[in-house]
């Protein structure tokens, strides 16, 4: 990690301007999950601790560029009070005067948590001018918002060409966990894609490839390759316009990628569906694949038996029914009794490891979907290239 950090930056008696990740789950005005909370709050504590004052800014679900109590951050704001043990002020706005004049009379160690970013229309435009409006308000930057650095916006990108921009500690380890996969990995090697499309993962695919000893390949994904192998797959998931590009990266990768030799099939895309357990090349008409079966299970764990590094993205099978959960968690108990350092990308495969009880065991889970994916393409993040250099 070449980026410098909230430790390589003096902070006592600046103002602190940091971009969190407090897109959280909601009901009824409360916060339902806290996790993304919890993930901050050693940059939190730290920046405190070297006598600064704290202006937090987040965005919070999609609101249509004007503020909408429904998104407000307040109740994030609540639940970090609760988790610090200290009262967190609430900002009407991320920018305006008033907001100018609240962050003048914070002291240091007092916390102030801004309104979502996203009330403003500029801010997924990256517009500069905003940028500037919300720079005025600190004197340091410092980004702990994985989540959110693949996104060119005025809170995460913007908003750095104007103040010193630093990483806190949550970005740092994102970047160390996800650049061991990326840059200088750990052999054996063994990284699983799962998901619905080929498409939207051919360049992990690609970029994986190139680095690990052998890719598993599951989910819907998996059916498309199967298909292109000549299999097949009757009513499974494929994806027509992916099939060339399949047959491309099996002539290209052939015994590197790892594909499902048995199924749970389904005779509907439904939680209580008839069910019955096949191997690959013997679904019947009619019938879809929406896990991989035991046989598949046991080759995982071969293959998966001795690695260094194993890196996930993406569920095997339709996890969130539980007639077609056992491929996945399987996988996710694997990992959790490895010896080998284990990297979970986010999204899906966060939620797995989390429903079958193993989060705590993995070495590093993702708080970024969409961010580690990119990532692990090997795209600069413009959030993360935004960043002094060490």
């Known amino acids: 990690m070449n980026k410098k950090t909230v430790k390589d930056i003096d902070l006592k008696n600046k103002r602190v301007l940091m971009r969190v990740d407090f897109n959280v789950p909601m009901a009824d005005g409360k916060v339902t999950d806290d996790k993304r909370i919890k993930a901050a709050l050693p940059t939190i504590k730290y920046v405190l601790e070297q006598g600064a004052s704290l202006l937090l800014m987040s965005h919070l679900g999609r609101p249509k560029g004007g503020p909408d109590p429904e998104f407000s951050l307040r109740a994030a704001s609540e639940a970090l009070a609760a988790l610090l043990g200290t009262p967190v002020k609430m900002a009407p706005d ?36 905003l940028a500037k409006q919300m720079a005025a308000l600190g004197d340091v930057y410092v980004n702990d918002a994985f989540g959110s650095a693949h996104r060119a916006h005025s809170s995460t990108e913007g ?20 650049g061991r996969a990326v840059a200088n990995p750990e052999h054996p090697y063994i990284a699983i894609l799962g998901g619905a499309k080929i498409s939207d993962k051919i360049l992990v695919v690609e970029t994986l490839a190139a680095k690990c000893d052998k890719l598993i390949i599951g989910g819907g994904m998996a059916n498309t390759f199967l298909s292109a192998k000549g299999l097949n797959m009757q009513d499974s998931l494929v994806e027509a316009e992916a099939l060339e590009t399949a047959k491309t990266l099996l002539g290209k990768l052939g015994d590197k990628l790892v594909l499902p030799v048995d199924a749970i099939i389904a005779d509907k895309f439904d939680a209580e569906a008839n ?42 099978g339709v996890f969130e029914m539980p007639k077609f959960a056992e491929g996945t968690f399987a996988l996710a108990r694997m990992l959790a009794e490895s010896k080998a350092i284990t990297v979970i990308g986010g999204g899906d495969s966060a939620s797995a490891v989390k429903k079958a009880g193993v989060a705590k065991q993995m070495t590093h889970v993702s708080t970024g ?10 795209k600069e993040l413009p959030g993360v290239a935004a960043l002094l250099d060490k």
């Open 94 to 129: 991320c920018v305006g005067p008033e907001v100018e004049k609240m962050a003048k009379e914070l002291k240091a160690g007092e916390v102030l948590m801004l309104e979502n970013t996203r009330f403003h229309k500029g801010e997924e435009k990256n517009d500069l001018d």
């Open 159 to 178: 908003i750095a060409r104007f103040l010193p921009a630093v990483s806190g500690f949550l970005m740092e380890q994102e970047l160390e966990y996800l």
């Open 275 to 316: 069910t019955q357990t096949v191997d690959v090349d013997k679904i019947p008409a009619g019938w879809r694949m929406l896990d991989v079966g035991p046989k598949t299970v046991s080759l995982y764990q071969a293959t998966l038996d001795g690695a260094k590094l194993i890196v996930w993205n993406g569920p095997v």
């Open 369 to 378: 979907g969409g961010a580690s994916l990119e990532f692990l393409e090997g």
